[in-house]
């Protein structure tokens, strides 16, 4: 095939939420930008955001904002500091898509709908003169003497003085997302920290039980993951307050990380809000050794109150066998389960339920164990851990330290975030922030 020669200002590798932004910034400023997409649609993975919602960007202070990286965040608060929430919404205010901020800070469209979002990006690059080629896959960026890049196609060679990578990650490879810029990034001699799955749900080693429970959802639990293996852990160690990345306060171990609210069961193992927001720390625990995960039903009990309450049942419906008295306290797919950990039978009357029988109950109540087998593929993963090294970027401007006129952005940097908005306000602010800094320079003529 005849190698087609096009040239650009800058050339946007990747059509997401962070390539799309670092496109349209760059052409804002004066660029002639041209976005290379795989596949045939730019902002696959924003329509499936959310719950296909798209929760944009969070309220949350800075400072609890960038808690919300880990030790990274300090990163991004130079980008942050050119574009963070407020011109994000001013941006989408611009383009005529209103927000609303729901619990947890959470700030989604006023429609409800992702694609809401994806329009306003196509309305930008069609303002702005964004060219886009669509089902083009960058296989290798070459640098020449010259200082021009040439990115290479099944369908040609594309040159630009500049290029911005905005692959995004390995999770969720429908939408595109196949770990393509690690590839090319390594090829140009960038150091790549170890890729893994974050926001992802685990799978138990006890597989029969969470089988049994599948399909259940719990609210206002308490999970929390120990180092060691689940019958070794002590129970009273699980803590009262959340442990994890974005809170305050750090764990000492065996005590991984704890957090209360939602999660479920599933063919596999655990899933759920907790347990997605749990499930880097436990994969990097992972590779040190055993890991479980104990679940405390009913955090807002002490064990004596709980004791007491179950005294108390036992005394007033003691002909009722032990199923239907525990049936006030868990889901009915629980049940059986349950009492099969306790090795009570479920025939068995609650007024002859001794004391030793009572505290294994409770027991169980304060501290369901599993031993973690490992979590779903990366491929599963609602976002990617790990990435190009952000020692090797300039956090002012998102350029290469290592290669000029190189820029990264969005995913397939070492930056993810827990859910609530950050992961896309991070896609979008180093977008933006790319998108500018290379055309300014293309603008100086530096190149």
């Given amino acids: 095939m005849k190698q087609q020669i096009n040239e650009a200002d800058i050339i946007v590798i990747g059509g997401g939420a962070a390539g799309m932004m ?8 004066g660029a002639r930008v041209l976005l290379l997409e795989k596949t045939d649609g730019c902002g696959k993975k924003i329509l499936i955001s959310g719950k296909s919602r798209c929760n944009l960007t969070n309220a949350a202070p800075l400072q609890e904002f960038l808690a919300m990286y880990g030790t990274n965040g300090c990163f991004l608060h130079g980008v942050f500091h050119r574009f963070f929430r407020d011109e994000l919404l001013a941006f989408f205010a611009r383009h005529n898509l209103e927000t609303k901020t729901e619990r947890g800070g959470r700030i989604f469209p006023v429609s409800d709908n992702a694609r809401d979002v994806v329009q306003v990006f196509t ?13 083009t896959r960058v296989t290798e960026i070459r640098k020449s003497s010259q200082g021009l890049f040439a990115v290479r196609t099944p369908e040609g060679l594309f040159n630009a003085p500049a290029v911005i990578l905005a692959t995004g990650g390995s999770s969720w490879p429908g939408t595109g997302s196949t770990g393509d810029g690690y590839v090319i990034s390594k090829k140009m001699g960038h150091a790549l920290v170890p890729l893994r799955p974050a926001l992802v749900p685990l799978i138990v080693e006890e597989i029969e039980l969470a089988q049994a429970m599948q399909g259940v ?59 997605l927001l749990m499930s880097l720390a436990v994969n990097q625990a992972l590779e040190k050794g055993d890991v479980s995960l104990l679940v405390d039903l009913k955090p807002a009990l002490r064990r004596e109150q709980l004791g007491s309450r179950l005294q108390k049942d036992f005394d007033n419906f003691g002909k009722r066998k032990i199923s239907g008295i525990i049936k006030e306290y868990l889901p009915a797919k629980m049940i059986e389960p349950f009492i099969g950990l306790t090795g009570i039978s479920a025939e068995k009357p609650a007024h002859q339920i001794t004391a030793r029988e009572k505290e ?21 993963a609602i976002v990617t851990a790990g990435g190009v090294s952000l020692h090797e970027i300039n956090p002012r401007t998102m350029e290469s330290l290592l290669i000029p006129g190189l820029y990264f952005c969005g995913e397939v940097i070492d930056v993810d975030a827990d859910t609530g908005g950050y992961n896309l306000q991070a896609a979008f602010s180093t977008g933006y922030v790319a998108g500018e800094s290379a055309a300014r320079q293309i603008k100086a003529g530096g190149r």
């Fill in 123 to 135: 309305g930008y690059l069609d303002a702005s003169k964004v060219r886009v080629r669509y089902n």
């Fill in 22 to 29: 670092a496109a349209g910034r760059g052409a804002e400023q």
């Fill in 217 to 275: 959802s719990l609210r206002n639990v308490r999970a929390t993951a120990f180092q060691g293996k689940a019958k070794d852990i002590d129970s009273r160690l699980t803590p009262q307050i959340n442990y994890g990345r974005g809170e305050k306060k750090s764990t000492h171990l065996p005590v991984i990380e704890s957090r209360f609210g939602e999660m479920l069961f599933t063919h596999f193992g655990l899933g759920g809000p907790i347990i």
């Fill in 360 to 380: 294994q109950i409770v027991e169980q109540l304060k501290a369901l164990r599993f031993n973690i087998k490992s979590s779903l593929p990366l491929a599963n």
